[in-house]
Each structure stands twice: as C-alpha cells, then as structure tokens.
C-alpha cells in the first residue's frame, strides 16, 4: 500500500515546505540572521536568476512570488520568517501546471532542495525542527 501512495505522490503538483511534514528535505529552514539580511539576498537570488521574474515582493508580508520558466514552468511563493531577532526561517511553496508522464513532484522538489542550498552558502544553517 505504501508504494501505491509513492506512485501518487510523484504527480503532485504542489509542495510546501513545513516543520510537520514527513521528508526532512522539505522541512522548513533556519538561519543564523536578521529578517532583513535574509529577506534581501533571497529576493537578490532570485532577480539574478535568468530563469526566474520576481512578480511580487512584499516585505511586510515576508513574501516574494516567482515565475520560473526553466526547466520546467511553475510558480514559487518564498515565506521569509523572523523567529528570534537573529533567526529567520525561509519556507517554499511551490506548483506547476504542467503534467509529466514520470510526474512533476520529483522536478519541484529538486528545485527546492536547490534553492535551499542557494541559501545555505548565503547565511549560517541553523537547521529543521524536529516535531
């Protein structure tokens, strides 16, 4: 039964990262700086991005939306947190249109894991919850 629902999750659409979800890849991330320092260099990693358009920015919500256009098409929300005054957690939520025989969930995850690596050579790991 465990594989069936593996078969499925591979055609999702749509993650998001969280503290309670179950792949620690996809937990949300923390690090060691202040909301602004954090805030600014993702919105900076994402307008150098040739492959990407920043639509929004809206710092007072802590939330920048782009369009990707490569390799695949999708849309990706960037949740930007200050959880103590040195630390701020980044979460993604990420969806594409596009279906794929092999399934799209796969692909959005890679690019996740990407950008929080990305992220990881900007500022301090602080690391995941555990819940």
């Known amino acids: 039964m465990a594989m069936l629902g593996n078969l499925f999750v591979r055609f999702k659409q749509q993650i998001e990262t969280s503290d309670r979800i179950a792949d620690d890849s996809l937990k949300t991330h923390y690090y060691k ?4 320092q954090v805030f600014e260099s993702v919105e900076k990693l ?4 040739a492959d990407c358009q920043v639509t929004t920015v809206s710092k007072e919500h802590g939330e920048i939306a782009i369009e990707i256009n490569k390799p695949i098409r999708c849309f990706l929300i960037v949740t930007i947190v200050a959880v103590k005054p040195m630390e701020t957690a980044v979460d993604f939520n990420i969806s594409s249109e596009r279906f ?5 969930y796969p692909a959005l995850k890679k690019r996740i894991n990407s950008y929080y690596e990305r992220i990881n050579q900007l500022h301090t790991f602080v690391g995941i919850k555990n819940s």
């Open 46 to 49: 994402f307008r150098d991005d």
């Open 33 to 36: 700086a202040k909301f602004n």
């Open 100 to 104: 794929s025989l092999l399934g799209t």
